[in-house]
């Protein structure tokens, strides 16, 4: 029995309309209606040498260096939130987000990120996530050091040297876009990144 006319353009605007959200929920549109529940914390260590300048990253600036791995948007949504959060304290000017290898000695002080545990499960209406970043610090610009057990400060000037780690797990029910969740997860661990790293940046200890 071939299908009626009316029948054919029923399965036809139901298959348009599937697809349609199907593209909006796919697509780059930070689409989200939905309640989270997104839990952060982190832990930092600090060395410093010879009474650092308070005032050096005001003067300098400073240099981000995001390693996402396959969380692209992720580490996007990282980068401009947290050079927001720096935004409030430096001009635009002064923040450089920087695609630079990740040992390389940069002329700035510098902040490394890496998320080196990552599990996002995505759906339109539930998602889950939880993830786990390092983060070092060092005002001099070399991140030589990074690998060692302690924060070997080999400079003979004022030197800041940080390092932690953060803890990131989220659970969010309804409607979430996936680049939108990406940003979700990406806002949060920026916001997270400034709140470690504000104290050794604009007022290290013994400064």
């Not at 050096?56 to 980068?79: K, N, P, T, Y």
């Not at 690998?147 to 953060?166: F, L, N, Q, Y």
């Amino acid at each position: 029995m071939r299908p009626t006319l009316k029948q054919v353009l029923s399965i036809s605007a139901v298959l348009s309309f599937f697809f349609a959200l199907l593209f909006v929920w796919m697509a780059p549109i930070d689409l989200h209606a939905a309640r989270s529940r997104t839990n952060t914390s982190h832990t930092l260590s600090t060395a410093t040498l010879d009474g650092p300048d308070a005032r050096l990253v005001q003067r300098q600036g400073i240099e981000i260096r995001i390693v996402a791995g396959d969380q692209h948007g992720v580490g996007s949504a990282l980068a401009q939130e947290l050079a927001r959060q720096l935004g409030q304290r430096l001009p635009q000017s002064q923040i450089h987000i920087s695609d630079a290898h990740i040992d390389d000695a940069s002329s700035l002080p510098i902040v490394l990120i890496e998320i080196t545990e990552s599990n996002l499960s995505w759906t339109p209406i539930w998602s889950d996530a939880a993830l786990t970043a390092e983060v070092v610090y060092a005002s001099d610009g070399d991140l030589s050091w990074r690998g060692a057990t302690s924060m070997i400060i080999g400079s003979e000037k004022p030197t800041v040297h940080s390092r932690g780690t953060i803890l990131l797990t989220d659970s969010s029910r309804g409607l979430f876009s996936q680049f939108g969740y990406h940003r979700h997860i990406g806002t949060a661990l920026g916001n997270e990144v400034y709140k470690m790293i504000e104290s050794p940046l604009f007022d290290p200890p013994g400064s």
